[in-house]
Nanobody
Framework: QVQLVESGGGLVQAGGSLRLSCAAS????????MGWFRQAPGKEREFVAA????????TYADSVKGRFTISRDNAKNTLYLQMNSLKPEDTAVYYC?????????????????WGQGTQVTVSS
Protein backbone atom coordinates (compact mmCIF):
# COMPACT_ATOMS: atom_id res chain seq x y z
CA GLN A 1 0.00 0.00 0.00
CA VAL A 2 1.43 3.34 -1.06
CA GLN A 3 1.53 5.94 1.68
CA LEU A 4 2.77 9.52 1.88
CA VAL A 5 2.98 10.80 5.45
CA GLU A 6 3.67 14.45 6.17
CA SER A 7 5.18 15.74 9.41
CA GLY A 8 6.76 18.89 10.78
CA GLY A 9 3.77 21.19 10.84
CA GLY A 10 2.88 23.31 13.84
CA LEU A 11 2.37 26.78 15.21
CA VAL A 12 5.02 29.40 14.54
CA GLN A 13 5.24 33.17 14.79
CA ALA A 14 5.50 35.33 11.70
CA GLY A 15 9.08 35.46 10.49
CA GLY A 16 9.80 32.01 11.82
CA SER A 17 10.70 28.78 10.07
CA LEU A 18 9.41 25.24 9.76
CA ARG A 19 10.64 22.20 7.87
CA LEU A 20 8.06 19.80 6.53
CA SER A 21 8.88 16.20 5.69
CA CYS A 22 7.00 13.68 3.58
CA ALA A 23 7.96 10.05 4.08
CA ALA A 24 6.91 7.66 1.34
CA SER A 25 6.33 3.96 1.88
CA UNK A 26 4.96 1.06 -0.12
CA UNK A 27 7.11 1.85 -3.15
CA UNK A 28 10.05 3.99 -4.11
CA UNK A 29 9.45 7.43 -5.62
CA UNK A 30 13.02 8.02 -6.73
CA UNK A 31 11.84 8.10 -10.36
CA UNK A 32 8.81 10.31 -9.72
CA UNK A 33 8.28 14.04 -9.65
CA MET A 34 7.00 15.21 -6.26
CA GLY A 35 5.55 18.38 -4.85
CA TRP A 36 3.73 20.30 -2.14
CA PHE A 37 0.30 21.88 -2.17
CA ARG A 38 -1.60 23.76 0.51
CA GLN A 39 -5.19 24.56 1.33
CA ALA A 40 -6.25 27.42 3.56
CA PRO A 41 -9.69 27.53 5.20
CA GLY A 42 -12.36 28.46 2.69
CA LYS A 43 -9.94 28.37 -0.23
CA GLU A 44 -9.07 25.91 -2.96
CA ARG A 45 -5.97 23.76 -2.79
CA GLU A 46 -3.04 25.56 -4.42
CA PHE A 47 0.34 24.57 -5.75
CA VAL A 48 3.35 25.48 -3.59
CA ALA A 49 6.43 23.79 -5.05
CA ALA A 50 7.59 20.83 -7.10
CA UNK A 51 10.82 18.96 -7.68
CA UNK A 52 11.61 16.61 -10.50
CA UNK A 53 12.69 13.02 -9.97
CA UNK A 54 16.41 13.82 -10.00
CA UNK A 55 16.13 16.79 -7.67
CA UNK A 56 17.81 19.06 -10.20
CA UNK A 57 14.74 21.00 -11.35
CA UNK A 58 12.40 22.84 -9.00
CA THR A 59 9.44 25.16 -9.45
CA TYR A 60 7.67 27.43 -6.98
CA ALA A 61 4.52 29.45 -6.66
CA ASP A 62 5.27 33.15 -6.86
CA SER A 63 3.94 33.62 -3.34
CA VAL A 64 6.69 31.46 -1.82
CA LYS A 65 9.67 32.11 -4.10
CA GLY A 66 12.74 33.11 -2.15
CA ARG A 67 11.25 31.90 1.15
CA PHE A 68 10.55 28.18 0.62
CA THR A 69 12.94 25.49 -0.60
CA ILE A 70 11.87 22.06 -1.80
CA SER A 71 14.32 19.17 -1.69
CA ARG A 72 14.35 15.40 -1.68
CA ASP A 73 16.46 12.51 -0.46
CA ASN A 74 15.81 9.58 -2.78
CA ALA A 75 17.85 7.23 -0.62
CA LYS A 76 15.41 7.92 2.23
CA ASN A 77 12.34 8.13 -0.03
CA THR A 78 11.60 11.48 1.62
CA LEU A 79 10.53 14.90 0.38
CA TYR A 80 11.15 18.14 2.29
CA LEU A 81 9.90 21.71 2.33
CA GLN A 82 11.98 24.27 4.19
CA MET A 83 9.81 27.29 4.95
CA ASN A 84 11.48 30.51 6.09
CA SER A 85 10.17 34.02 6.73
CA LEU A 86 6.72 32.61 7.30
CA LYS A 87 3.72 34.90 7.01
CA PRO A 88 0.20 34.57 8.44
CA GLU A 89 -1.06 34.01 4.90
CA ASP A 90 1.02 30.83 4.74
CA THR A 91 -1.38 29.29 7.26
CA ALA A 92 -2.87 26.18 5.66
CA VAL A 93 -2.88 22.42 5.59
CA TYR A 94 0.14 21.35 3.56
CA TYR A 95 -0.07 18.25 1.39
CA CYS A 96 2.66 16.16 -0.16
CA UNK A 97 2.04 14.67 -3.59
CA UNK A 98 3.80 12.32 -5.98
CA UNK A 99 3.24 12.06 -9.72
CA UNK A 100 3.31 9.00 -11.95
CA UNK A 101 6.02 10.51 -14.11
CA UNK A 102 9.58 11.71 -14.27
CA UNK A 103 9.91 14.98 -16.16
CA UNK A 104 11.64 18.32 -16.55
CA UNK A 105 8.62 20.02 -14.91
CA UNK A 106 7.84 21.82 -18.15
CA UNK A 107 4.12 21.46 -17.41
CA UNK A 108 2.23 22.35 -14.21
CA UNK A 109 2.75 19.69 -11.57
CA UNK A 110 -0.21 17.51 -10.64
CA UNK A 111 -0.22 14.70 -8.11
CA UNK A 112 -1.38 11.10 -8.43
CA UNK A 113 -0.65 10.09 -4.84
CA TRP A 114 -1.46 12.31 -1.87
CA GLY A 115 -0.69 12.49 1.80
CA GLN A 116 -3.19 13.35 4.53
CA GLY A 117 -1.72 16.76 5.20
CA THR A 118 -0.06 18.60 8.07
CA GLN A 119 -1.32 21.84 9.61
CA VAL A 120 0.87 24.93 9.51
CA THR A 121 -0.32 27.93 11.50
CA VAL A 122 1.54 31.23 11.42
CA SER A 123 0.57 33.78 14.06
CA SER A 124 1.00 37.52 13.57
Amino acid sequence: QVQLVESGGGLVQAGGSLRLSCAASGRTFSRNDMGWFRQAPGKEREFVAAINWSGIITTYADSVKGRFTISRDNAKNTLYLQMNSLKPEDTAVYYCAAANRASLLSKPFTGDYWGQGTQVTVSS
